[in-house]
């Protein structure tokens, strides 16, 4: 039996982020932003700074931050990649400790109404 937990690839770490953001697959940014990490298969752990490679992935997909699912995956995979142990746990709780991490408890008043609109309060 393995004592050392999965680590899991980048690719792993984006795909939970967007299927908590967007279970249904249709928002059309979220999935952009799935596929152009689909095929990172490289450990989470073995990629220097992982927030400034989910980032920078992001900001091709959505430069203005205009769209609050697009961001708040981005906020959600960086979170999870720091936060491994958590990529289980309840997708509203993922989206609520994401928001406080990423943004400080204060998430654009765009990504905060969306947040809302789910019920998460952040």
């Known amino acids: 039996m393995p004592?050392?937990?999965?680590v899991p690839t980048l690719a792993e770490v984006v795909h939970r982020a967007t299927e908590i953001v967007d279970p249904s697959g249709r928002d059309d940014g979220v999935s952009q932003?799935?596929?152009?990490?689909?095929?990172r298969d490289e450990p989470i752990t073995a990629i220097d700074d992982p927030e400034q490679v989910i980032y920078e992935?992001?900001?091709a997909i959505d430069p203005q931050d205009d769209e609050p699912p697009v961001t708040m995956a981005a906020a959600a995979a960086v979170y999870l990649?720091?936060?491994?142990d958590e990529m289980?746990?309840?997708?509203?709780?993922?989206?609520?400790?994401?928001?406080?991490?990423?943004?400080?408890?204060?998430?654009p008043e765009n990504v905060?109404?969306?947040?809302?609109?789910?019920?998460?309060?952040v």
Do not use: C, M, Q, Y
């Not at 932003?33 to 095929?39: C, G, P, W």
């Open 81 to 84: 990649a720091h936060r491994r």
């Open 88 to 107: 289980p746990d309840s997708p509203d709780e993922v989206l609520r400790l994401a928001a406080r991490a990423e943004f400080d408890g204060h998430p």
């Open 57 to 59: 992935g992001k900001g």
């Open 3 to 6: 004592t050392d937990p999965h």
């Open 112 to 121: 905060a109404a969306w947040l809302a609109e789910r019920g998460i309060h």
């Open 33 to 39: 932003l799935l596929a152009r990490f689909e095929d």
